[in-house]
């Protein structure tokens, strides 16, 4: 199919709010920004328009999905029992990258919750997306704009790099300033539980669920896995050559990789360090900083890009720093983990 580019310029127009309606109207798909990655829109209630995200993402079929609402009202129909943890949740983190797990009605279809029976909601902050979702007045499913398996897409070009040919709209909004996927958290047990790192970080919850729990399998190798939520399968966020993440004494990781580097002088390398550690590297393909280690919100945001790249540069092998386990740093290397498929080098 022939894919229409609607580029926004500082405030999306009425009359390109009508023509996303129309297509969502008519079953298709369209491609939209948010905070946090663009997302690939149907209409979340329309079992037919919801295959044809599984189809353009080549996504699993037991891969949940998120539905995306603009007001609290919204949430009526769709989801009922909510718990008073949920709703402190809503009234502290809506809108924004935070997305809650609650039980579902019969009016959202299988498609939307792969069969489970709960659904994933969330309240996007970004100001394109809340305009959609505030013109088309119902639940859009917006998984991640990139084909399964990929990083996702934070940019209008990765998004037309992937789906253009197999949607019928994208939305040139600019880039996702977050860089990663929202925070999930399942609020149908008690306490509540964490189930994907994002933005939103464990600590913040904390003000107001103090005993939210987090989910063991974040910083998992199981491929055992059920999803309850979207990216808790293992492989996920891959770019095509292999990658590994270094984890320990910053000084001894850099010597690490740049030992690796000389040894395999007949590959084509790749690293992603920081700003604290790029100056200190020799001999790489493709060299890049995702930003520094005093902010983590800049490396959330490039991370996803910067292995894209990685990609373009066609590299055989990409090393990779990692992260401490708190704060932010948790959703860093949830992501980083699943990108290297779990080839972590430790005790450095």
């Not at 079953?27 to 920004?33: A, R, T, Y």
């Amino acid at each position: 199919m022939d894919t229409k580019i609607i580029k926004v310029k500082e405030n999306i127009t009425k009359d390109q709010l009508e023509e996303i309606k129309s297509v969502f109207d008519s079953g298709g798909l369209v491609v939209f920004p948010t905070e946090t990655v663009y997302g690939l829109g149907a209409d979340g209630l329309n079992p037919e328009a919801l295959k044809k995200v599984y189809q353009a993402k080549n996504r699993p079929g037991d891969n949940p999905l998120i539905l995306h609402i603009a007001e609290i009202s919204q949430l009526d129909g769709i989801v009922e029992n909510i718990s008073e943890d949920a709703k402190n949740m809503m009234e502290m983190f809506w809108p924004g990258p935070l997305t809650l797990i609650m039980n579902r009605t019969e009016n959202v279809p299988d498609e939307a919750t792969a069969g489970l029976e709960t659904v994933a909601v969330r309240m996007p902050s970004h100001e394109v997306a809340r305009a959609i979702l505030s013109y088309c007045k119902k639940p859009i499913a917006a998984p991640s704009a990139n084909i399964s398996g990929k990083p996702s897409t934070t940019s209008f070009q990765r998004v037309f790099e992937d789906l253009n040919g197999k949607v019928e709209v994208i939305v040139d909004g600019g880039k996702a300033t977050v860089g990663i996927e929202s925070t999930v958290v399942d609020t149908t047990v008690n306490p509540p539980l964490i189930l994907r790192p994002g933005k939103v970080t464990k600590e913040d919850l904390q003000v107001v669920v103090p005993n939210i729990g987090i989910d063991e399998s974040i910083i998992s190798k199981d491929e055992s896995i059920v999803p309850k939520s979207p990216g808790q399968k293992y492989k996920h966020y891959a770019p095509k050559a292999e990658a590994y993440c270094f984890v320990g004494n910053l000084d001894n990781v850099v010597k690490e990789i740049n030992k690796r580097i000389t040894e395999q002088k007949n590959k084509k390398i790749a690293v992603l360090a920081t700003d604290e550690t790029v100056e200190g590297y020799e001999g790489a393909h493709f060299l890049a900083s995702l930003g520094s280690r005093e902010n983590l919100e800049e490396i959330a945001s490039n991370l996803f890009e910067d292995l894209r790249k990685c990609d373009d540069e066609k590299v055989d092998i990409i090393y990779v720093e990692g992260f401490e386990l708190r704060g932010l740093g948790v959703s860093i290397m949830n992501r980083l983990l699943k990108a290297c498929s779990g080839r972590v080098v430790f005790g450095l």
